[in-house]
């Protein structure tokens, strides 16, 4: 089946985004522009993946055309239930963002170029999720990377121009550095298989000899691992998102982190399974330490934004470990939490962006206490969105955590399992801290008496742009199966991957 | 002794040479001329040599044989092969863009006509003489046919501020490079009896008695266009030179020079010394590995908007040595031509832009504040620019030429190379994007090129504009659709 779905759904917004830029026409109908144009893009990728879920296991809507002939690359594209969330996801929170700009221009002006950077991450990151040649992937990959880099360099933290600049570099550094080792991999794989295609390479990879495969997945896991990020290579993480703005915070959180894990889940599983089951128990443990380190810094956080971003990084560290697993359990579990973090970490984002154009700042002095009664709907969606982030059963997260815990039970048969069964211990510590550090916040901020002003509540531009992400992430936790039956092909193509 | 000639081996760079004393007798019997004349006079030289370099393109020529004895392979000094005539066509491209950057500086008065257009033809004259080299005499002496007006071009400005002593420091540095490759030369010559490459290349092979004299020997000639392609840490005379030197200058420095010195490494690697790949390869490793580091190092701590364009001109010679450390193999060197085609396509652009801009007086990077908003073409065309020397989407053509020099390495079992690399890549990018920040950035208030003052706003010379259109078109063309790039490599 071939066709030009996908190209259209990577295409559409970045034309979109060089329109944005150059036609001049007034900003806020590019702005207006750029939605309609989202639109189109959230309304083609969910049904691409209703299609998908439709046809069951291996890739579809596949396009191939030459590209780079001499050197063998080929534009093939091709979305499989391990990608087609993650689309979805990339384009409900660009659209969820772009919803954000049409009423609220950012304070230093320019809505309509940070409208054509989001396009532009959105068409990168969804360029990334269905390239099935490595080149094309690591151009995406890298694509999306300039403009974050001036969402927050030029939209960040207006108070402190020199941070924002420096939060942005070194975001994209650590970043580079990551990406530039796993082109190193895939540069290994090809001159072992003689292909950049990930399919032909994944049939050939038996032919590598054992300790190259190690190699290859150990410089995977530390190039997408400074993505995730994977601790230690997390310090980047915080500052980034404390300087962003709320668009900002949102894609970085919900879409750039998955670039990482989707690479890993892509790769290790598809590609090298052999190699990975070498390495992935220290992913494991770095994943929950991961947990157990973003738990104890939430603790110590006296700023809201940066709490929630510390908080990406436990998140973040559940979905290692259940990439870690190696189990067609543990793809389903992380897949099901990347796109359960995608929606309430932004929905989270985006309040805290909310609170922040209200109060000027995201401290919790800032903030105050007493929110149910200063602006008491939007201190019930922070409410909800914290219980459903800390994994309050009947809620999206803890489905997610839920599925890892119980992949960790039981490990792919080549791992040690006794380590799988600390880890998942550990693990359970820190679902219990992230439980603490939540509750706490919500205590400091929502209950309380509060210093007697009273805010605006939710606006109606903002229960658009907020609403699909309560829906999203209220419906994954009453109905888990909608997720889980349609990645369900996903787990038989893995089954297959792992079993030969 | 006559020895037939094959004129059309050798008619590219005749085509030059006699552009280039057609442009000096113009100046002398011309009077009162811009520097439209002499200019135009180069191009069509540049385009006669292009047009012979596209006639060639499917054979191979060789011209200055020796005779042959019958067990002997002929030995030519004059070789001209598909690898030479991509370098040709760099040089070429290159040396037209050069001439046409050069118009404003010399309808101005600033640089003679006559003398500048001549000094820039003999020079690329001697880089295509560099790139059909097949004997270590030939190289040497086309080396400092390269170098030699490369020094007066230096130092040729009327009002000379710095350009007399970059000139000389660049003078001093390269005759001691040259005295060096000349030593070497000569103990490979004493080794082997020969300076012809198919003899040395033979006797490199067969005869291990003198291997350590040869091996001196191949060492010293390679440090010496260390100092020409200005690898760490014979790279000192750079920044300065570049610096001193009128930036269209500079900008042929950093391209043709370049590539002309990186064609002579590739020739006395892989064509002389094959054998000895244990020592050359590891050795340009880690000569590569240094100069990427230190040259982005450098360029990190700059202000001066010339001298970061120098450093990261040291930062990709680095890069540019990667393939022949790889091990030199027939991909390894069209990895290297693609990546210097690329890099001298984008630092033309990026050159052009700022000798457009240093025209007005500014020099450091601070000046260039708000260039996107207020000059559009100028401030996008550095951005696309530098963002392909930094190797990101979008500038793309950028990034597929660093993965083939990456393929190169890891094909090569040079991986530790690669993860240098990826460090340095990630390096560069932060002084490319602190450039490009400041282009975007909105400008200070009273900024050098502030609209409303006639002198420095606008006023972009038709040529100048044209190399940068040029050279934004022809990247953004290939960044979306590479593969004519990488012809070279299939």
Redesign the interface.
Known sequence: MSSLVLDALVALPALGALLAAAVPASGHRLVWFSLGLSTVVLGLSIGAWVAVVDSGPGFHFESDASWIEPIGVRWTLGLDSLSAPLVVVTALLSWCCLVSLVRRAPDCGGSRQLAALVLLIEAGSIGTFVALDLIVFFVFFELVLIPMWFVIADWGDSHDAEGRRRAATRFLVVTVVGSALVLVAFLLLRSETGSFDLTVVADRVRRIDHGRQVAIAALLLVGFGAKVPVWPLHFWLPDAHSKAPTVGSVLLAGVLLKLGTYGLLRFWYDVVPAGALEVAPYLGGLGVVGIVYGALACLAQPDLKRMVAYSSIGHMGFVALAISTMTPQGLLAANFANVAHGAITGLLFFLVGGLKDRLGGTTFDTIGRGLYGRAPRLAALFAVAAMASLGLPGLAGFWGEMLTMLAAFSPNPALPQTTYLVLMALAGLGVVLTTGYFVVAVRRICQGVGPGDSLSDVASDEWLAWAPLVLVTVGLGVAPMAMLWSADGGASLVSAVLSR | MTQAVDWWAIAAPVCLVAAAVLALLLDAFVPKQSGALPCAVTLAGVAAALAVTAALRDSERAAFCLPSRLEEPVDCSWVVDRVALVWWVVALVACGLVALLLVPAVSEGEMPGGETYFLLLCSTAGALAVAAAHDLVTLVVAMETVSLPSFALVGLRRRPRRGAEAALKFFVTSVVATAITLLGISMVYGATGSVAAGAVATSVATSSAVRPLIGVGMVLTLVGLGFKVAAVPFQAWVPDTYVGAPVPVAAYLSVVSKTAGLAGVTIVVVRFFPPYADVWSPMLGVAAAVTMTVGNLAALLQRHAVRVLAWSSVAHVGFLLVPLAAGGGAADVGALQTYAAMYALVNLGAFSVVAAVSARGATLVSDYAGLVRREPLLGLALAFAL?CLAG???G?VG??AK??I??SA??GGV?WL??V???N???G??YY??FV?TL??PGPEGAISSPGDDHLHGLVPASVGFVISATLIGSVALSV???PL??V??
Do not use: E, H, Q
């Open positions: 963002l990101l989407p979008p793309i990034l597929v993965v083939v990456f393929r890891v094909d991986t690669a993860v690399m990826a460090a890549v990630a390096l990018l932060v994007l602190r920040a975007v950035a659709w590479p593969a990488f012809a490599l299939a």
